[in-house]
C-alpha cells in the first residue's frame, strides 16, 4: 500500500469524517452541524483537507490538493451560515448543499484511492480510468442529486412549519 505517516493519519481522519457524514444524513438527511456527527464531519473534513496538501503521489501541486482547497472553502462557508444566520430560512438550503458537496468532491479521491488499493495486492480497479471507479462516482453523484433534492423538500416543509408557527403566535 505504501502510505506514509501523514498518509495513514490522513486516510484516518478521513474515513471518520466519512462515517460521520454518513450517519448525520441516514440520522438527519443531511450533515447536521448541530449534531455530533455534523461537528466531527466539519472538524475531521478540515483536518483531512489540510493533510491532504502534504501528500502527492507525483510531487508538487496537483488537483487533489485544488480540491481539498475547495472543500475547505465549501465547509467554511456552510459553517458560516451556520453560525451568522440562525434558524430554518434561506441561508439553510445553501448550508445543506454546500456541505453534501463537499462530501461529494471528498468522494471523489476517496473512491479512487479506495478502489486502486484495495484488496492490497488485487486492487478492485488498475488506474483512474478503470470503469469500476466512474460507475462507482456515477451512483454517488446520483445519490448526491437525489439527496440533495430531499434536503431542499425536506428544508421547504421546515421553513413553512416554522412559518405558520410565528403567524400563529402572532394571532
Known amino acids: 500500500m505504501g502510505l506514509s505517516v501523514l498518509g495513514i493519519f490522513h486516510t484516518i481522519i478521513g474515513v471518520v ?9 441516514v440520522r438527519f438527511g443531511k450533515v447536521n452541524l448541530n449534531h455530533i456527527t455534523g461537528k466531527l464531519y466539519f472538524y475531521f473534513t478540515i483536518i483531512t483537507s489540510v493533510t491532504a496538501l502534504g501528500i502527492s503521489k507525483h510531487g508538487g501541486f496537483n488537483a487533489g490538493h485544488a480540491l481539498s482547497l475547495v472543500i475547505l472553502i465549501l ?51 488498475k488506474d483512474i480510468n478503470d470503469p469500476l471507479i466512474g460507475k462507482t462516482l456515477l451512483v454517488i453523484f446520483v445519490l448526491f ?15 413553512k412549519s416554522e412559518t405558520e408557527s410565528l403567524h400563529l403566535d402572532e394571532l
Open 17 to 25: 469524517a466519512i462515517i460521520s457524514a454518513l450517519i448525520s444524513f
Open 75 to 125: 465547509i467554511s462557508i456552510a459553517f458560516y451560515l451556520h453560525i451568522k444566520k440562525e434558524g430554518n430560512n434561506k441561508a439553510r438550503y445553501f448550508e445543506n448543499f454546500l456541505m453534501s458537496f463537499s462530501f461529494l468532491l471528498s468522494m471523489l479521491p476517496t473512491v479512487n484511492e479506495t478502489l486502486t488499493r484495495v484488496p492490497v495486492g488485487h486492487p478492485l480497479a
Open 145 to 159: 442529486i437525489a439527496g440533495s433534492v430531499y434536503q431542499i423538500v425536506k428544508q421547504i416543509k421546515i421553513n
